[in-house]
């Protein structure tokens, strides 16, 4: 996430210093342990949380986990991770329904912190779950607060109820006592109440609030905090535990690009959990919060779970299937490729599922760089072919991409570069489907691979001879005295090098894990 790019980078830049060290000195620790809090005070975390957090890092880096470790570098890295953990809120929480419908959930915060779009939000991830919510209108105060609710309920596809025209008329109090009977006459099992908000903390905001949960007794009252706050969420965050006591907290706008101390220092501050975070402006840009998947996203661990969740949700299980019977059997199309694109679009942003990635920190360029528009063009592409052109892609001609180019608004280096992949793509899926190792462009041959025609020829001309038989004895001898060694797959991946490639391809695991994953 951008919110921790920056602390992303500086603590990945503290532990690369670490590296290669068979033992950690008491120097070594101290000047990794100010690097942490210095790269912590940077990203805004409260000064409090850095000084305990840092002095436990500490305390377990110097003792006996460490030091008897094999790789104490790694240690660290895994102490500073269970530490993140524990300031983040240790375990994951989720709402807890009232045994006797309906749910009632409040929420509270300052204005602007996104309480509105987050209860739309909210709304149509419980009912994806199989709930009946019903938003209710009860910030009264702000400009159009109501009216911006019940565009949020439509576009979520939920019932709202909005008594009142608000613009400083009405009483929130008597919306909210009148939401719950219009809930239970409805049969809505989850009500969640949006009351107003002010752009500081007052005794009248409070006062407001407090009656609001007198009236109703919510099941949870969520804290809306905006991630980017900076130090005063610490201040804020105490303000509405004073005042309203809220069982949860809500991270808004965690997709910005400030330093986002806010999440690292609102549970540990208030001993109240974060539940869930909202990660972009579109409805559907929100999710529950985990604190150990954070953790390893500011680390650069990658956060794999979540990117699976998220998969599971938007692809078609059935549809699955029936592309990879499509791979093996080499009938894979450009209209399976072009709903493949589609459903991968709606899985949200491309740049936020790269960024779940092990290793993200080394593509931060790349993804800055990447245009998501560029599905849209790849969209415009094929839906500019005929139905034949897209089963059959060796009937396009020059003149047919001429008008493909034309008819997408592209141009015809794009459409040929779409075919490419598009060839590509499918050749290694199919190797993939029946069981191999497919040889990845830019890479040499995969060791143990059996996939691929290429393998085949690389097997015959290992063991060739020169013509020549003067040449062919010398060959002979050098072998004999091991002076020439094996060829090795020329190339690299993933940055390591060709001639340090394992000796051994991937294991019968592995390849039986792909294979149930392709639904073979």
């Known amino acids: 996430m951008a919110t921790f790019g920056n602390l992303t980078d500086r603590l990945a830049d503290t532990f690369k210093n670490l590296r290669g060290k068979g033992k950690l000195s008491e120097a070594d620790v101290d000047g990794t342990v100010r690097e942490i809090r210095r790269a912590l005070l940077d990203a805004d975390v409260a000064l409090e949380v850095v000084k305990e957090f840092t002095a436990r890092v500490r305390e377990r880096a110097l003792g006996h986990e460490v030091s008897g470790a094999l790789n104490p570098a790694q240690q660290v890295v895994q102490i500073v991770n269970d530490e993140l953990v524990t300031i983040l809120g240790g375990e994951a929480r989720r709402i807890q329904f009232a045994k006797n419908p309906p749910t009632v959930i409040m929420l509270a915060g300052l204005q602007g912190a996104g309480k509105t779009t987050l209860a739309g939000k909210l709304s149509k991830w419980l009912a994806a779950d199989g709930h009946t919510p019903l938003l209710v209108a009860a910030d009264l105060q702000r400009p159009n607060a109501v009216t911006q609710l019940q565009v949020v309920a439509e576009q979520a596809g939920v019932a709202v109820f909005a008594p009142e025209p608000g613009n400083g008329k009405g009483d929130p109090v008597k919306v909210s006592k009148q939401a719950m009977k219009f809930a239970k006459d409805k049969q809505h099992d989850v009500v969640i109440i949006d009351t107003a908000g002010r752009l500081g903390v007052d005794a009248e905001l409070m006062k407001q609030a407090a009656n609001i949960r007198k009236a109703v007794d919510p099941d949870e009252v969520l804290f809306v ?153 790849t969209e415009a592409i094929i839906q500019s072919m005929t139905k034949q052109e897209r089963t059959m892609p060796k009937l ?21 570069a779409l075919v490419n992949r598009f060839e590509q793509a499918a050749k290694m899926m199919k190797t993939v489907a029946k069981g191999g190792v497919p040889q990845i462009p830019g890479m040499g041959p995969i060791p143990g691979g059996h996939g691929g025609k290429a393998s085949k020829k690389n097997q015959k001309k290992k063991g060739s001879k020169s013509g020549n038989p003067a040449k062919r004895a010398a060959e002979d001898a050098a072998r004999a005295q091991g002076a020439i060694a094996p060829s090795a797959p020329s190339g690299s991946g993933f940055g390591l090098g060709g001639s340090k490639a394992p000796a051994g391809g991937p294991s019968p695991e592995e390849l039986e894990s792909l294979q149930k994953f392709l639904g073979r």
Request: no cysteine; hydrophobic share 40%.
């Open 225 to 377: 905090i905006d991630a980017m706050i900076g130090q005063d969420a610490v201040t804020t965050a105490r303000a509405f535990q004073e005042g309203v006591d809220f069982t949860g907290v809500v991270l808004s706008k965690l997709d910005g690009d400030a330093r986002g101390g806010a999440a690292l220092s609102v549970a540990s501050i208030t001993g109240r959990p974060i539940m869930f975070a909202s990660t972009g402006e579109g409805l559907d840009d929100f999710e529950p919060f985990h604190p150990d998947r954070m953790a390893s996203r500011i680390l650069d661990l990658g956060d794999i779970l979540t990117l699976i969740e998220q998969a599971q949700k938007t692809f078609d299980e059935e549809e699955s299937r029936k592309v990879a019977e499509k791979f093996a059997t080499d009938s894979f199309t450009l209209d399976d490729f072009l709903q493949q694109m589609q459903q991968l679009k709606n899985m949200g942003s491309i740049k936020g599922m790269l960024g779940m990635l092990p290793g993200a920190k080394g593509m931060r360029e790349q993804l800055d760089n990447f245009d998501e528009s560029e599905i849209t063009r």
């Open 396 to 416: 396009l001609n020059g003149s047919r991409r001429v008008r493909i180019a034309r008819g997408s608004g592209t141009t015809v280096t794009e459409v040929n």
